[in-house]
């Protein structure tokens, strides 16, 4: 035992501990491709063991913002390791590709064993979900840096696509339908307004708002965060998809427009989707002028595929036997910018 290092806050020992408890958690993702184990000091991916022909590698990295402070709150750490996969694989789903490898990075004050598992079984969770194999990560003690029960987690992960199914925005047209796939809450954007409108309005976490939800406040809100990659990927393969969207932060306004090329803009009809309560919760609460909601947060929607009209309905049969609720919400323009109808 490193006494001198323990000494400074450091526990090898819990460490160690820590490594032991979520092994059985990584080895539920392995996944053909997968080589070596936890431990090693690089992870390890077979790409030939899949017969890609011409391979292009699509990355991505993002962490879970201060949707964390909840979970430090509600002292609920099983589900944020499906928030971090989640933001990382749909990004690259964005591209058609295929997340294959994740690696995940927690630190934290103090290494808690038990409280490191539930973080790390979230993650193998959300892996699960998208298909990819969990083949590192790190796991770093840092006394002093994050208050008494606070950490950090972060991801990366890798996706694959064939070339020529690269999807890149060049085949959206005008007259393309927007095709929302249902979100299913806030998602991991924009939680530092909803901090402030729970604080604003001295709300307690650990109490339903019954107006939305039997639920804890708390556990409303940290519902995670809805990973699309088996059914989106299902729908590429069998459908005519020219872009692909993922509704984080900047919502509708930010996001849509990141498939177009210059000179189209999309229109969106409000009422073509169901807005979840949460969002009327945080509208309502927060005195959020309704326009500005759409700029800020997914409103019910967590990814968006633009296609011909004739492929609409093929595409949501396919997203429906994977339990997700889709619709038409709106088409590609000639006018740039984002226009949105809404209700009256």
């Not at 408890?21 to 993702?29: L, P, S, W």
């Not at 008494?148 to 085949?171: H, M, P, Q, R």
């Not at 940290?222 to 990927?233: D, G």
Request: charged share 25%.
């Amino acid at each position: 035992m490193a006494k001198s290092y323990e000494s400074a806050g450091v526990s090898l020992e819990a460490g160690y501990e820590g490594v032991k408890r979520i092994k059985k958690h990584v080895a539920r993702t392995n996944r053909l491709g997968s080589m070596g184990n936890i431990g090693s000091f690089g992870g390890m991916f077979d790409l030939a063991s899949l017969g890609y022909k011409e391979p292009i590698l699509v990355s991505g990295t993002d962490g879970v913002g201060t949707k964390l402070k909840l979970a430090f709150e509600m002292d609920k750490h099983d589900t944020i390791g499906i928030d971090a996969v989640a933001m990382c694989v749909n990004d690259v789903l964005a591209q058609g590709a295929e997340p294959l490898i994740f690696l995940d990075y927690v630190a934290l004050g103090e290494n808690i064993p038990e409280k490191l598992e539930q973080i790390v079984k979230g993650v193998a969770d959300g892996c699960c979900m998208a298909g990819c194999a969990l083949v590192g990560g790190e796991t770093a003690e840092m006394p002093g840096m994050y208050g008494d029960g606070e950490y950090d987690i972060a991801g990366f992960t890798v996706g694959c696509v064939e070339k020529a199914n690269l999807i890149d925005g060049s085949k959206v047209s005008s007259g393309d339908v927007l095709v929302g796939i249902a979100s299913t809450g806030v998602h991991s954007n924009g939680f530092s307004l909803v901090r402030k409108i729970i604080k604003d309005n001295n709300l307690n976490l650990h109490e339903p708002l019954t107006e939305y939800s039997e639920l804890p406040l708390g556990d409303f809100l940290l519902t995670p965060t809805r990973i699309y990659v088996k059914q989106v990927l299902d729908v590429i393969k069998n459908c005519d998809v020219h872009g692909v969207a993922h509704i984080t932060g900047g919502g509708f306004d930010e996001n849509i427009p990141r498939i177009l090329k210059e000179g189209q803009g999309i229109f969106v009809e409000e009422g073509s989707w169901p807005i979840l309560p949460v969002f009327k919760f945080l509208e309502k609460y927060g005195k959020v002028p309704h326009r500005e909601m759409f700029n800020i947060y997914n409103m019910g929607i967590g990814m968006v595929l633009a296609m011909p009209e004739a492929e609409a309905k093929k595409a949501i049969d396919i997203l429906a036997k994977y339990g997700d609720k889709a619709y038409v919400i709106g088409k590609v323009t000639d006018n740039p910018g984002v226009a949105i109808k809404l209700v009256d």
